[in-house]
Structures are given as structure tokens and as C-alpha cells.
């Protein structure tokens, strides 16, 4: 009889952060290529003692499902995402972290496939003048309404009065692997201004199965900045979260925020003192949404 490992060498975690090419910049996520011989409690460990808002577990796919493109199954991976605290169904920071650490180190740039829990991602690294860039497509996304009673608990715990929130951006819960509450603030000094209850807010994001609660303030037609709480995670905020960027995506297409064939720019960070950027493409024809970033290896 055998048994998985409880454990990983040190050595075997890879740490990168991604939506930015300065290591001190972005967000961080920690990175096993190889996560066949660790089990559920082994994974979350780790992810627990990196301490990262999430950390991705790779092991290679079965050869019945190769990634598009390839010709053999080395570049298809079935994925697991673990916070500090839990598992996640999908991280997209993470999935562009992991997928440029295989590109950088064993692949190189091209196409690679994640089986998620949320369902299959493709993903595909690019070299633009010598920097990798990854650029992943969500499951096909939704949004929902969120009640009255929900929205005035979600305020309280943030403390945010009624009149901070923007009103051509009208609250949402979005899904686009995972679920987003999506509250925009009327301006930057209400975004800059964050100091929420922890625990309230947790509460409220279990019952309502969010991943984060996603900020923003609009400053054109097509820029955005964004901050997400995520204390669920056991972190007081991501700081750069493409999964949420995906779903915002999702979000701004469906309540004709932005045109159904365009680009949006996400800024993400700052004001935690680890600037990003995430790219985010809605292409006419297609529901799923393209969220693309850099992605650099911390510590060289």
C-alpha cells in the first residue's frame, strides 16, 4: 500500500508574482509543478506556511486530454488552488504565475491547457522582447443580482455609506470561475480609503460563496482600478486578482458598461504598495473573457 506525501521540499515551491515584471510589484502566488505526490491536507500546508493569498498544485493531465495545439499531453496540467485557509475553485493570478514559471522553466512560451475545478482554461505565454506573457481564457461567465439586504450588510461591514457607491455601475455578483461581489466607488478617495470588518465581511462572503469582494473606480471608458478584499482567504486584501478581473469583465459587457468587442486596463495594488496592471479582453461572439499579464519569479 502506498501513501502521499504530507510534505514538500522547500525547494520545490516556486514563488513569482504575477500582472507585474518588478518582483516587489503584483501579486504573489506560490507554485508546485509537480503536486503528484501531495494529498488535499499536504497542498494546503503549503499554501498555508507560504502564506501567499494562493498558491497553485500542478500535476501533469491524463494523455486522453492534451491541450489544444500541442501534440502530446505534456502541456495540459490539472490544477488545484489552495489560500491559507482553503481551497479555491480558481485563481487566475496563480494561473498566469504557474503558467509562465512552465514556460520559463521547462516548456517555453506556447499553449497549455488547466483543468480546474471551475472547469478547462486555456492558457498561452507569449514573449514579447524577452518579458513572458500569459494570457488565460475563463469559463463562460454569469452575473446575478445581489438582494437589498445583502448589499446593506456588504456596506456596513466596509463602511461605506450608500452615497460612496457610483451609480452607473450598479452592484452585481459576477462568476467567471469564481464569484465576485462587484461595488464601485463614486471616487478614488472612497477606493484609497479601506479599512473594513473582518470578520463581518467573512461571514457575509461565506454565506453568499464569494471568493472576493471587488472594488472599483472607473477613471475612463476603459481604465479601471480595483482592490479586493479577501478575508475568507485569511488575507485583509489580493492584490492583484484575475479571476475577479474576468468576472468584472463579464460584468461591464453585460450592463453595456463598455463596448462587447474591447480592452480593458485594471490597476490593481497600489495602494497596498505592490502596483499591477491586468489587461482584460472581451472579444464579440465569444461569453468567455481574456485576462492577460507579465509574470516574474520572486527572489531570481
Known sequence: MTTKSTDAPSSSVLRYTAF??????????GIVL????????????????????ESAFLTPANPAN???GSDDAGHAFDVRYFSPRAE?????HATVAAAVALAERVHGAGDFVFFTQAGTVPVTVTDVDGTLRATLTSVEPHTEDVTAADLTEALAALDWPADDLDPALPPR????????LILAAATRERLADLSYDFERLATLMRRLDLTTVQLVWRETD?????????PVGGVVED??????????????????????????TLHQGADMGRPGILTVSLREGDPRVRVSGTAVRIGG
Open 222 to 230: 476603459l481604465t479601471f482600478h480595483a482592490r479586493d478584499p479577501f
Open 239 to 264: 492584490p492583484a486578482t484575475g479571476a475577479a478581473a474576468a468576472a468584472f469583465g463579464a460584468y461591464a459587457r453585460e450592463l453595456s458598461l463598455v463596448p462587447a468587442e474591447s480592452d480593458l
Open 66 to 68: 492534451p491541450a489544444p
Open 34 to 53: 509537480d503536486a503528484a505526490g501531495l494529498d488535499e491536507a499536504a497542498m494546503l500546508g503549503i499554501a498555508a506556511e507560504v502564506g501567499y493569498s
Open 20 to 29: 507585474a515584471t518588478d518582483p516587489a510589484g503584483g501579486n504573489p502566488a
Open 173 to 180: 455578483i459576477a462568476y467567471a470561475g469564481a464569484r465576485h
Open 88 to 92: 479555491v475553485s480558481f485563481c487566475g
